[in-house]
């Protein structure tokens, strides 16, 4: 399987299964487009007829450049087989395994837990409007959660954990820093824990940032890994959906204290995350907004909604995103030669030294290596799912009580669902989000059809972008 594409001039070649990436000219471009379903006289015919114009486009030079992709072919970078028929590294073990014919992939029994999303808060101080947490609830009662479950939960994942070294915890609500003590205890207990069991833990804080101050950002530049703001743009974006209890807009609290808390960070990780929506399709603006505000590390993501509120993101909106996603690109570009770059979270794409076959066919982890906790200590697949009944895989406690939904998970890969084994995006995304296809269609191994169209613009911008770089080189 190949993809072909037009962008920014340059015009690429993409072979699925291999990986390989081919930026070629308009004929050679041409030409592999016909290579599977011409005849070798018929694409010559085709392109003499096409490049009838262009006197350098000769039999002789459309034979050579038949060659050249013959070789390409040969060699496996172009038309190469699928996927499917090759081994594949599996699990912690990394032993090789096979993918059968019949997409059920091989794992290990043993079920290595190596993350988890600690929900220390289901309660919120912001009243936004598209919270898929119903403003931090998760349509449930608000609570924060103990010390004690916290302590059960760091003990459940060095226990499950088996040989891995790294493990990583996420504090989520809701807002955490309403409970901000506890998540303090909870640090503290796993970085005595971690001696004991040779383990090293790696946080991650989700917050809106109003109660952010500097003991808060003192611990996090110590002990937080990595730091996520959420910030949707300009004043006016952001003031629209993310607003307190007495209805007042939240921009003017957070940004001075989200400049001071990135300044502080010296470099460690952090990134500013924000969510369009129909209201505001041109959020590259947003974009440009927050890295004038000085943040560099960014994330933009799409509303995921039910289509009838009045912030759903429409049919009609998907040729201004595709649009938006290529400025986008063109722009960071450009930027990067004037020596003022960004980083945008979903063009962070390394061509050389992306993850194993194996993560590339089954994505987040979710519901399998990686869990939430609620802070009652339910256990679920992941955040989207916690308040489902049908989705509480167990508890901290007593572990994990539903292998059914676990095997689900399991198989919840790019070669269980039919449209993803055509997709050429196939490898990117690992299947996508199980979350979103749950709630977009019903079943996790249903396809998000919406924001499979905006995942394949933005890795055709991603790929676009690694492609000029080398250029330049």
């Given at each position: ?217 003192e611990f996090c530049n110590r002990e ?20 307190t209890y007495d209805n007042k807009g ?84 450009q930027r990067e030669r004037e020596g ?134």
């Amino acid at each position: 399987m190949i993809h072909q594409y037009i962008l920014n001039g340059h015009h690429i070649v993409l072979d699925v299964n291999s990986g390989s990436i081919h930026d070629v000219d308009p004929l050679a471009y041409d030409i592999i487009g016909l290579f599977e379903v011409a005849s070798k006289e018929e694409l010559i015919a085709s392109m003499l007829s096409k490049y009838a114009g262009d006197a350098s486009v000769t039999r002789d030079e459309v034979l050579e450049v038949l060659s050249d992709v013959q070789a390409l072919r040969d060699a496996g970078q172009l038309f190469s087989r699928p996927i499917l028929d090759r081994p594949v590294k599996s699990g912690s073990d990394a032993s090789t395994q096979a993918i059968m014919p019949e997409a059920q992939i091989i794992m290990p029994e043993a079920q290595i837990i190596k993350a988890m999303c600690l929900h220390v808060a289901h309660t919120c101080n912001l009243n936004c409007e598209y919270c898929f947490a119903s403003q931090g609830k998760f349509h449930g009662d608000r609570a924060l959660m103990s010390f004690e479950v916290g302590k059960q939960a760091i003990d459940f994942l060095i226990a499950n954990s088996g040989s891995r070294h790294n493990l990583e915890v996420d504090f989520f609500g809701g807002e955490p820093l309403l409970n901000w003590e506890v998540v303090k205890q909870i640090v503290a207990y796993a970085r005595e824990a971690e001696k004991r069991h040779d383990k090293n833990f790696r946080f991650t804080l989700t917050t809106n940032g109003i109660l952010i101050d500097d003991e808060v950002i003192e611990f996090c530049n110590r002990e937080i890994h990595n730091v996520v703001l959420s910030l949707d743009g300009r004043k006016e974006v952001h003031d629209r959906l993310r607003r307190t209890y007495d209805n007042k807009g939240s921009y003017d609290t957070i940004v001075p204290k989200f400049q001071h808390f990135v300044e502080s960070r010296k470099g460690k990780g952090y990134y500013i995350r924000g969510t369009f929506t129909h209201d505001n399709v041109d959020f590259t603006e947003d974009l440009y907004h927050m890295a004038e505000l000085g943040f560099a590390e960014l994330s933009m993501e799409p509303v995921v909604c039910p289509p009838g509120e009045p912030y759903a993101l429409t049919q009609e909106d998907l040729p201004v995103l595709y649009d938006q996603y290529e400025k986008l690109a063109v722009e960071m570009l450009q930027r990067e030669r004037e020596g003022r770059p960004f980083t945008f979270y979903h063009y962070t794409l390394d061509l050389t030294a992306g993850p194993c076959i194996y993560k590339r066919i089954t994505g987040c982890g979710s519901g399998t290596e990686y869990l939430a906790v609620t802070p009652w200590g339910d256990l679920y697949p992941c955040h989207q799912f916690v308040g489902d009944d049908a989705f509480r895989m167990g508890d901290v406690w007593h572990g994990v009580n539903r292998p059914d939904l676990r095997q689900n998970f399991k198989s919840c890969n790019v070669f269980s669902r039919p449209e993803c084994r055509e997709c050429w995006a196939q490898l990117y995304c690992s299947g996508g989000c199980a979350a979103n296809s749950y709630h977009a269609g019903g079943d996790i191994s249903a396809i998000y059809k919406y924001g499979c169209d905006l995942f394949r613009k933005r890795m055709e911008c991603a790929i676009m972008m690694n492609v000029e770089r080398q250029e330049e080189k």
